[in-house]
Every structure is written in C-alpha cells, then in structure tokens.
C-alpha cells in the first residue's frame, strides 16, 4: 500500500514502490511524479518521460539585444556627470 493516503496517494514506500513498480509507473504517466519514500524520508521521484522532456528543455535563447531589450533597462539612467579627475600637487 502507499505511505500515506488520500490527499497524498502520490507518496510511495520503497518496498511498495518495488511491489507495485508498474503501478508506479502508470500513475505517473497518468498522475503525475510518485513520489518514493526511504525510511520515511523523500528519496526519488518517477515521473514520465514527457515531464522529463518539459523540465529539461533547454530555453530558446533569444539575439543579444533582443534578451537586454527584454530586460527592460530602458528605464534606467545610466547617464554620469562629465569627470575630468581631480587635482594634485606632485
């Protein structure tokens, strides 16, 4: 049976998990991530390969300056006073 019941049907005990291993897999591919437990503590998670893909997919990297156009910088005043050094005895 699960570690836990009702809201948390996703939380595996490993010898359960190891029992019920095709189970697992199927609720994860329907349910989402199962999460297995080692000695009460949070060990692994299975999830699809599906959910792989999406949390492993890399970002589409934008052109230079369309990523410092998106940060939206324009706002900012980078303007300095014009400073000719200062003066010095030698």
Known sequence: MH?????QDNIWKLEDAKARF?????????EGP???????QDSVV???TEELAKLTR????KPFVE???SLGLHALDISR???????IEL
Not at 22 to 30: C, D, K, L, Y
Not at 81 to 87: H, Q, S, V
């Open 81 to 87: 006073d014009d400073d000719r050094g200062r003066d």
């Open 22 to 30: 095709s189970e697992v897999v199927r609720r994860a591919r329907n």
């Open 34 to 40: 199962q999460h297995v437990t080692v000695r009460g």
């Open 3 to 7: 570690a836990k019941s009702g809201a």
């Open 58 to 61: 890399p970002a589409p990297e």
């Open 46 to 48: 299975v999830i699809s």
């Open 67 to 69: 990523f410092m156009e």
